[in-house]
Nanobody, 113 residues
Framework: QVQLLESGGGVVEAGGSLRLSCTLT????????MRWFREAPGSERTFVAL?????????YSEPVKGRFTISRDNHSANTVYLQMNNLKPDDTAIYYC?????WGQGTQVTVSS
């Protein structure tokens, strides 16, 4: 059974940083892509970033480009990170990890001004 578990959310002041983690369990050979989405209050869920392997190709939405970095764990292909720097109040949302048709439970990120 495929499961995604996110962690790392929290409350941070504007300009601060957080690192989210997403661990995938179930597939014996996961691949080739995982994505992060976010859902702000009263808004639809929107794409944030993706990573493909084995190339480690990445793509980002415009609002986070240059501030967020998606990466994979060097020791565990089943773990993906989202490093978020220079956070802004507009980044406040529930962040979800996605693999194929599967979603994690989400982790709350709150950025205070």
């Amino acid at each position: 059974q495929v499961q995604l578990l996110e962690s790392g959310g929290g409350v941070v002041e504007a300009g601060g940083s957080l690192r989210l983690s997403c661990t995938l369990t179930g597939p014996s050979s996961p691949g080739p892509m995982m994505r992060w989405f976010r859902e702000a209050p009263g808004s639809e869920r929107t794409f944030v970033a993706l990573i493909r392997w084995p190339s480690d190709e990445t793509h980002y939405s415009e609002p986070v480009k240059g501030r967020f970095t998606i990466s994979r764990d060097n020791h565990s292909a089943n773990t993906v990170y989202l490093q978020m720097n220079n956070l802004k109040p507009d980044d406040t949302a529930i962040y979800y990890c996605n693999y194929n048709n599967y979603w994690g439970q989400g982790t709350q990120v709150t950025v205070s001004s």
